[in-house]
């Protein structure tokens, strides 16, 4: 018996067979599917996945038969019926189909159930906004929930350590799609919640890159948005890119549109921070002194006024003892803003390791109680210093010449303008002078 002749094929000459053959058996058909990893290339051709329960096979659609089509702008989620021919695409040896035509049938059954979802956890109150906690000034550390070795936790690693050099940085590894991903995402932001204090981080980003639907889906279900929504730590969901959109994105603290987005609103530029820190210094120096000025033209103002401007030698001295108390003030009060400055520069060299965001507050609200406190010093020093003044114009007031004579006393001098507090000095025949409250007059002394 002769042996039969054995066919053998290159794998280009099968499946140009299998395409010419898929080709000429279903050169027309509709198939109903839910539409998936919707892309629309630079080129204009658009690619997507066509699936069910059970299935899933590609669709490319070239851009003359997508500007003709019924339906020319696809969604991820949209329930669709595909007009065109089976094929087969060789450098894969994929299946595919190559659209001719479209129509929208209905939302798919994924779609469906993400709108569902959402609707039901907006009644419960996650997305309301008064619940979502601020973000921290300038976290310490910051907590990172996503793959290892995908493309995302690379742009925010590289973008933080860009924005702000040594800023601790603590990856939690979960897988990102398909089983378990949820409760992976979920464990990793329990971890952080329920870490030692010394491992706290003070902000969460948690998110992955893009893909279509179903690789998303992770972060509909209800153990990553459980977690979100009860998470003591805040939560940037960055979720895709940004036409994606997850229940994540909703409940969380803030959305960002990608992980490289997260990366740049978690944490601002180091120089930006100095810079801020040295305008707010510049400001504080601007208004104590503008705050003593004050205070000093108030005393002025004061002294000015005061009866006691009869007396020069009295007010000369009370008014050094015055500026002595002054200059006392401001000596005490810039060595505490010296002393303060100091430390707030030492702990500017110390960002990476502490929680700026807490320290400029407590620095502020230093600030804040030291400057009214010095205030308050200031108007009790001088309202002391006013009392006093009081007391001594009253005192001076009552040793005034004038107030003796006014109570019927008169001064005498001699000729030579000197005051004569003994009669026994005056000789006989003498001129003398006497000054009343009102006047004066000339007298000669007569000895009998």
Not at 182 to 203: C, L, R
């Amino acid at each position: 018996m002769l042996p039969i002749e054995e066919k053998v094929y290159k794998v280009s000459e099968l499946t140009q067979l299998v395409k010419l053959t898929l080709e000429t058996q279903f050169s027309a058909i509709s198939v109903l599917g839910e539409a998936s990893g919707v892309v629309l290339a630079s080129s204009g051709h658009l690619y997507f996945t066509l699936k069910d329960g059970a299935g899933a096979m590609k669709v490319v659609m070239f851009r003359g038969q997508l500007q003709k089509s019924a339906l020319n702008r696809l969604e991820n989620g949209q329930q669709i019926i595909v007009q065109g021919t089976l094929s087969v695409y060789p450098l894969r040896g994929e299946m595919q189909i190559i659209a001719s035509n479209m129509r929208l049938q209905g939302i798919g059954d994924i779609f469906a159930a993400l709108e569902k979802l959402k609707k039901a956890y907006q009644e419960q109150g996650y997305f309301d906004e008064q619940r979502k906690k601020p973000l921290p000034l300038l976290p310490g550390r910051i907590g990172v929930v996503t793959s290892p070795t995908g493309a995302a936790v690379r742009d925010i690693v590289r973008i933080l350590r860009r924005r702000f050099p040594g800023i601790a940085i603590v990856i939690f590894p979960a897988k990102v799609q398909g089983e378990g991903a949820a409760a992976q995402i979920a464990s990793g932001i329990e971890y952080f919640n329920n870490a030692d204090p010394d491992k706290k981080v003070d902000v969460l980003i948690v998110g992955r890159g893009g893909g279509s639907y179903e690789d998303l889906w992770a972060f509909n279900e209800a153990p990553v948005v459980e977690a979100i929504y009860h998470s003591r730590i805040p939560v940037i969901s960055a979720v895709g890119h940004e036409i994606d959109f997850t229940i994540a994105d909703f409940v969380a603290d803030m959305r960002a549109a990608t992980p490289s987005a997260a990366a740049e609103i978690v944490v601002g530029k180091k120089d930006e921070f100095m810079s801020r820190i040295d305008f707010l210094r510049h400001n504080l120096m601007r208004h104590m002194e503008k705050l003593v000025h004050e205070k000093k033209s108030t005393l002025g103002q004061l002294l000015m006024e005061s009866s006691l401007a009869y007396f020069p030698g009295h007010l000369q001295e009370l008014d050094q003892r015055l500026d002595g108390g002054e200059f006392t003030l401001n000596r005490l009060f810039q060595q505490s803003l010296n002393r303060g400055l100091s430390r707030w520069n030492h702990a500017g060299q110390r960002f990476a390791a502490f929680d700026m965001g807490a320290m400029l507050k407590n620095r502020d609200l230093q600030i804040q109680n030291l400057g009214t406190s010095l205030a308050a010093n200031f108007s009790q020093r001088l309202q002391q210093r006013r009392e006093k003044i009081n007391v001594l114009d009253s005192k001076l007031a009552g040793m005034n010449p004038e107030s003796v004579l006014a109570k019927g006393y008169s001064i005498t001098t001699d000729q030579h303008q000197r005051l004569v507090k003994d009669s026994s000095v005056l000789a006989a025949d003498e001129k003398i002078s006497i000054r009343f409250a009102r006047g004066m007059t000339a007298a000669r002394v007569i000895k009998e």
